[in-house]
């Protein structure tokens, strides 16, 4: 008996702004990304994202949180997540509104892997798309065997 396995690559995008998910879903697949499946905020992540994270066997290869409201609980989400995703090599990016150096520090401090920034100027927002598909390109592990 043969069991099925997808163990293809995707990212797991944490978003509570469905428009901005639509977009940033789009932007990235123009720019060669896997599959992406998406959560509406921290709570939908934690019911159904962090249970993938455990069991390690699907996986996403980058997770990416674009959460728009801004608050100490925010933190403490992406905190929990570096950590579980930390354990089984997986980056955690965070997309921020114009990051200030303390608030990079504080998600770097977090466990954050990278911070890119959320434009609201089209080419500006592609680039920085084109730019998370790179750092998960560089970031694949060489000796990853079945994707």
């Known amino acids: 008996m043969n069991t099925v396995v997808d163990n293809t690559p995707y990212f797991a995008l944490v ?3 469905a428009h901005s998910a639509h977009l940033l879903t789009r932007m990235l697949l123009a720019h060669g990304a896997p599959r992406i499946v998406t959560f509406t905020d921290a709570a939908d ?5 962090f249970p993938s994270l455990a069991s390690a066997d699907a996986c996403p290869t980058l997770v990416i949180v674009d959460l728009k409201a801004h608050s100490a609980a925010n ?3 992406v905190a929990v997540l570096a950590t579980v995703a930390g354990k089984l090599d997986i980056p955690v990016a ?10 990079t520090a504080d998600l770097h401090d977090a466990g954050v892997t990278a911070v890119f920034t959320r434009h609201a100027e089209r080419d500006a927002y592609r680039r920085e798309a084109a730019n998370i598909v790179s750092f998960w390109a ?5 000796d990853a065997v079945g994707m």
Do not use: G
Request: proline share 4%.
């Open 15 to 17: 978003d509570d702004d």
């Open 45 to 49: 992540a934690a019911s159904r994202l």
């Open 138 to 142: 560089r970031s694949q592990r060489l």
């Open 75 to 77: 933190l403490e989400f």
């Open 94 to 103: 965070v997309m921020a509104q114009r990051p200030d150096r303390q608030h």
